[in-house]
């Protein structure tokens, strides 16, 4: 199985804060690799495919890139409704596994 | 865009099998493929696997012994079953429609939590 690491597990932001999460694959996976948000109790959504693809109706203050085995989903402006946690997959190869995500909470 | 919505028992005994269905409502089942993904409480997500419409499958490894995606294209419904299940198959069950292309999971339920206990 690709086993997939984000860091940091958690980090403590401002809103108007730039915010940069890391994904690393533990082989390439070219640029199949997924962003997701969740928030308490509700289950994920799409933020990000394919390393750099924005999903449709996603604000444009996210974005990703990356590819190989390093990826980074960076969030220009975080507002208020962006705390929550944010999961990479990588869907290069079955299993298509997750990190272990990255909580972004308020300072 | 497609809606789902996960249904089935919330409570089941240990070494029985755990039986979901998913309902896809918007849109055809007959196309994309259909996947789910567990989360234990407080945990990560754990891909479990995808059917095309057709049947064809593929499983989680780690999974792949006690678990069966099945779809009715006639009731836009897929279901997974899971069977010999522990107190570590308790979690909340998702369905998700994968997109094409990159394979992203890009429509999900809202989710079912599954306890195993007796």
């Known amino acids: 199985d690709i086993q997939m690491t984000q860091s940091p597990s958690s980090l403590s932001a401002s809103v108007g804060d730039r915010v940069t999460i890391t994904c690393r694959a533990s082989q390439s996976i070219r640029n199949y690799l997924n962003w997701y948000q969740q928030k308490p109790g509700k289950a994920p959504k799409l933020l990000i495919y394919a390393a750099s693809s924005l999903q449709s109706g996603v604000a444009s203050r996210f974005s990703g890139s990356g590819s190989g085995t390093d990826f980074t989903l960076t969030i220009s402006s975080l507002q208020p409704e962006d705390f929550a946690t944010y999961f990479c997959?990588?869907?290069?190869?079955?299993?298509?596994?997750f990190g272990q995500g990255t909580k972004v909470e308020i300072k | 865009q497609v809606q789902l919505q996960e249904s089935g028992p919330g409570l089941v005994k240990p070494s029985e099998t755990l039986s979901l269905t998913c309902s896809v409502s918007g849109g055809s089942i007959s196309r994309y493929y259909w996947s789910w993904i567990r989360q234990p409480p407080g945990k990560g997500l754990e891909w479990i696997g995808f059917?095309?419409?057709?049947?064809?499958?593929n499983y989680n490894p780690s999974l792949k012994s006690r678990v069966t995606i099945s779809v009715d294209t006639s009731k836009n419904q897929f279901s997974l079953n899971l069977s010999s299940v522990t107190a570590a198959d308790t979690a909340v069950y998702y369905c998700a429609k994968v997109s094409s292309g990159y394979w992203p999971l890009d429509n999900w339920g809202q989710g079912t939590l599954v306890t195993v206990s007796s």
């Open positions: 059917i095309y419409y057709s049947g064809s499958t």
């Open positions: 997959q990588q869907a290069y190869s079955t299993p298509h596994t």
